[in-house]
């Protein structure tokens, strides 16, 4: 399928991406998710189905299967919290 960002010649390839997002202030990182990525622009698109089985992870949050460090970029342009 092609890219829908506009005038992006690329193409939507099946790809497991590392999905990043916020929940309840906590940052949560989950591997292998299926998703659509623009092999030009790198844009990413995620079936419905797979947006609803992130959304019931979260809801459940199992026991984490490894943890990562986290560093805070503390650039002089960046808001602080």
């Known amino acids: ?13 099946e790809k497991l991406i590392v ?3 916020r929940h309840k202030g906590r940052l949560i990182v989950i591997d292998g998710v299926p998703a659509e990525v623009c092999s030009f622009c790198g844009d990413v698109l995620l079936k419905p189905d ?5 959304e019931a992870l ?5 026991a984490p299967i490894g ?12 808001p602080r919290r």
Do not use: Q
Not at 50 to 54: K, R
Not at 58 to 62: A, G, M, S, T, Y
């Open 19 to 21: 999905h990043t997002v």
């Open 50 to 54: 797979t947006v609803h089985e992130i």
């Open 67 to 78: 943890s990562v460090p986290l560093y805070e970029f503390a650039g002089r342009t960046s």
């Open 1 to 13: 399928m092609k890219c829908t960002i506009s005038d992006c010649p690329g193409e939507y390839e």
């Open 58 to 62: 979260l809801d459940e949050l199992p």
